[in-house]
């Protein structure tokens, strides 16, 4: 079995952290392959989780990391006091630390996360050796976004945008409101990712919900459209809303993504 760890969350004093929201990893501390996971805006690593035990579990020999990204997995005050430039920093981090104790390093992200991990892949090409993006977040959804500058200066916040999911009794773990001046600030974030997609040239596997009512289907065409990479394919899920990750097509997720792990590691190994 992978070693597997699991971080606590502690909240600031009066604000208690969400359950289950954790950061996790699994694996050992010098592997071959190492992957990073990245939750979207106002999720936690509660989406994600089962992706990664799920690759643990098929592959203890991956180093496996999860992170909490900042201002999240507390109530939406939290998340309001954070930029996307905190989020990106942290995402940063974790990836400098993987590539450090692993040959490769990919990278697998939903929503926000994917456009996360698009940025890592524009800025350090060289060190990714793919990206599996599910719905990935990165560009403007709804004509009431474009007035996110103005609105984040009179409205707090919003209702929740997490739990989109087909399939019944599932839940997604996140912040309890959504937050407009964070929300504006992810906007800036889709103008500085979009611009630099086509310097993205790992090979790309993009996962998305035919139907999905937080991100439009447009943000991935627009991502497969612009990348450079020459190794690119499209998945279209069609029994999953926003959070596939734990929809119905959790599993052909995980096992697209091993499969894209196991066939570029490879080729990568034997050149």
Known sequence: MADVETDTVEGPVGEAALSGVEPWRAGPERAAIG???????TGSPQSMRPWGEYLAE?????????????GHGRPWREL?????????????????????RCDQVFLMGLSMGGGLALRLAEE??????????????VTRNKPAEALLPLLSKV?????????????????ETGTDRTPLKAAHSLSRFWTVVTADLPKVTAPLLVL??????????RNSALVLGKVSSTDKREVVLRESFHVATLDHDAERIFA????FVARIGATERAS
């Open 208 to 217: 998305h919900s035919a139907e999905d009512h937080v991100v439009h289907p």
């Open 80 to 100: 309001q006091a954070t930029r996307w430039t905190d989020w990106y920093a942290r995402l940063d981090e974790a990836f400098a630390e993987l590539k450090a």
């Open 35 to 41: 992957v990073l996971l990245c939750h979207g805006f």
């Open 124 to 137: 350090h090409a060289a060190d990714v050796a793919g990206l599996v993006l599910v719905n990935p977040s």
């Open 155 to 171: 409205i707090p916040s919003i209702p929740a945008i997490a739990s989109d999911i087909k399939k019944p009794g599932m839940k």
């Open 256 to 259: 697209d993504s091993a499969e």
């Open 58 to 70: 098929r592959h203890p020999e991956y180093a496996i990391e999860l992170p909490l990204l900042p």
